[in-house]
Each structure stands twice: as C-alpha cells, then as structure tokens.
C-alpha cells in the first residue's frame, strides 16, 4: 500500500509537470503579478493540511474545500521506547476527510462548518476492527484583527467548538466535546510568504497543544510550492513532529488543487506513519 501511495504520487506529479510545460513561460512572465497577489487568492486560507493564513473568505462569499489524508501506520512503539515494524500481516491504516463551508458574513469576520469522515483499519496482533462513519462535527468564527502593512504581520484568531459526534471506542474521534482557539500570523515578502499558527485545544481529560507554519513560494502565476510543519501534543498521551512538502496548482478562476507528502520526523505517540499522502481541493464564489 504505501509503495503504491509513492507510485501515484510521482506519477502525478510528473503528469502536472508535463501538463504545465506549455504554460510555464507565460507564468515566469506572470512571476510580478503572481508575488502582488499571493494572498489574494482563496486558495491561501488553508494550505496542505492544517497551517492556515490570515487570510478572510471575503464578505459575502462562500469557500468551499475538501481535505484528505490517507495514514499507513507500518511502526508500533515497543516496550523499550523506540518503533519496530509491524509484524508480517499487519496493517493498521487510516483515512480522513473533512469537508469545510466558510461564509463571510462581514468585512473581517468569517464562519464555517467542518464535517469529518473517518475510516479505520485495523488487523494487529488477531485484533480485527473496521470502523468508518461521522467525526466530531466542528464550527468556528475567524476574525482579522489585524491588518498587513509593509511592517506589520496580518493577525486573526479563531474561536472553535467540537460537537461531541465522534466515538472514541470505534476510534472515530471524540465522545466529548471541545473548546479550541487559534491564532495566524501571515507576512508577505516579494517571492514568498510565511505563516505560524499556535493553537490549544480543551477536552475533558485530553487537552491538545499545536503549533504549525508553513513557507509558500509564488515563483510563478499558476504553480506554488510550499512546506508545512506541524506539531501536536496531547496531555499525557505523546506527540508528533510533521513536515509536510507540496505544491498548489490554480488551475481555475477562484479554485486550486494542493497536495502533499506528510513526512513524520518525530513522535512518541503508540502508531507512527512515517510517509504519508495529503490533498485538499478549494472553490470560492
């Protein structure tokens, strides 16, 4: 499985290469106008997986995007702290997607609902379970409170509540719910942009720690490439380090198609995926 999640991307990425060859001399061209309006496209919300900017939907608009991650858990924690490969015959995988609506119901203000599918496999050791079905449902409110200049970073912060519509005993996210705020942090330079979010979470018994970045380069009119790091601790249940490359394609007006490869650098949670698949798909109108 994981050799043929690597096959499809590379196969995918060369097809989008040769796809872009006929148009690459018209994006260098286009690098000025491309690098003025790097946050100015929709597509700059939300990035690979879960860094997002500073950036509004728009008063009045309506952004729709859908994210998935596929998770080949091959290593399992031992007794003497260090991962060892499942054993022969063992497989432990997991896919999420989330679907996301946002509304911009004012100038800085913007609203949006997540709804998570979650599906899981697990054959570990003669314990057999599939599971799939309905997350913990979540809506928040984003405000701009802080506006770019040619010093400044642009600044919102997020205010989130997680519906307790998961099932923790089908590991299906959380029978409980949740209180959540976040920050981001965004400033443009001439070829790139950088972005930093912290965040904490509050869940009776688990509370969750975050702090993500990521680095997009706007070299040219269509195609941008980026990095994502991700960082995650949950109280007394471990944590995990990501980097995430990838690459963002505006192939059309107001949309724009974004995947990745999630590489996990550190962890000290029980499973560990070590290379991973991510792609989100956006439209705004």
């Known amino acids: 499985m994981k ?5 499809t991307i590379v196969v995918f990425a060369v097809a989008v290469f040769l796809a872009a060859l006929p148009l690459f001399a018209e994006d260098v061209e286009a690098g000025n106008e491309a690098r003025e309006t790097a946050l100015a496209h929709p597509c700059c919300i939300g ?5 997002r900017s500073a950036k509004m ?13 596929h998770m080949d858990y091959e290593e399992v924690m031992g007794g003497d702290g260090y991962y060892h490969r499942l054993a022969e015959g063992d497989e432990n995988r997991k896919l999420k997607a989330v679907l996301v609506a946002k509304y911009g119901w004012a100038k800085h203000h913007h609203a949006a609902l997540g709804v998570p599918y979650l599906r899981n496999h697990t054959d570990v050791a003669g314990t057999v379970a599939r599971n799939d079905g309905l997350g913990n449902v979540f809506v928040f409110e984003k405000w701009n409170c802080i506006k770019e200049s040619r010093y400044m970073p ?9 519906l307790p519509t998961g099932n923790a005993d089908r590991k299906l996210g959380s029978s409980d719910d949740a209180l959540k705020f976040t920050a981001e942090i965004s400033k443009t330079w001439k070829y790139f942009s ?3 979010n912290p965040g904490y979470t509050f869940r009776e018994g688990s509370d969750t720690t975050e702090a993500n970045a990521a680095v997009l380069l706007t070299p040219t009119k269509r195609f941008w490439p980026m990095v994502e790091y991700n960082f995650t601790s949950f109280s007394g249940g471990g944590n ?16 724009c198609l974004r995947v990745g490869v ?10 560990r995926d070590e290379v991973g698949v991510a792609a989100r798909i956006s439209y705004r109108f």
């Open 240 to 255: 995990s380090h990501d980097i995430v490359p990838g690459v963002m394609w505006r192939f059309y007006p107001g949309a």
């Open 57 to 69: 939907v728009g008063k009045g608009r309506v952004c729709f995007s859908l994210m998935s991650q």
């Open 194 to 196: 950088l972005h930093i």
């Open 154 to 162: 642009a600044v919102s912060v997020d205010a989130w509540y997680y």
């Open 47 to 51: 990035f690979l997986t879960k860094t």
């Open 3 to 7: 050799l043929f999640a690597m096959i």
């Open 262 to 271: 999630v590489i996990n650098g550190h962890s000290s949670m029980k499973y």
